[in-house]
């Protein structure tokens, strides 16, 4: 079983295979239930079906961050009736 150092300020990093096994991607969080044995269960909590839960779903790691002007531009177009073209990604 793998042993994770606890920093100063008591946090931990879950490596990538804890994160798998959890069912989490980074940004989630996670549940912790105290039991009265000393121990502790760890559950991976998913995003909500609430604004939280929406704004995470347009999240995505594989396209390039828009600036604001960006937005505005293509806000503006579909409010127009004008279909914004995608852009290839690198």
Do not use: C
């Not at 009265?36 to 704004?55: I, N, Q, R, S, Y």
């Amino acid at each position: 079983m793998p042993k994770h150092p606890v920093t100063s300020k008591g946090q931990i990093t879950l490596g990538k295979n804890v994160m798998r096994h959890l069912g989490i991607q980074p940004g989630e969080k996670v549940s912790i239930d105290l039991l009265p044995d000393g121990t502790a269960k760890l559950t991976g909590v998913k995003a909500g079906t609430g604004l939280e839960g929406f704004f995470g779903m347009l999240y995505d790691p594989d396209q390039p961050t828009l600036s604001i002007d960006e937005i505005n531009e293509i806000t503006a177009n579909a409010w127009a009736g004008i279909r914004a073209k995608r852009k290839p990604t690198v």
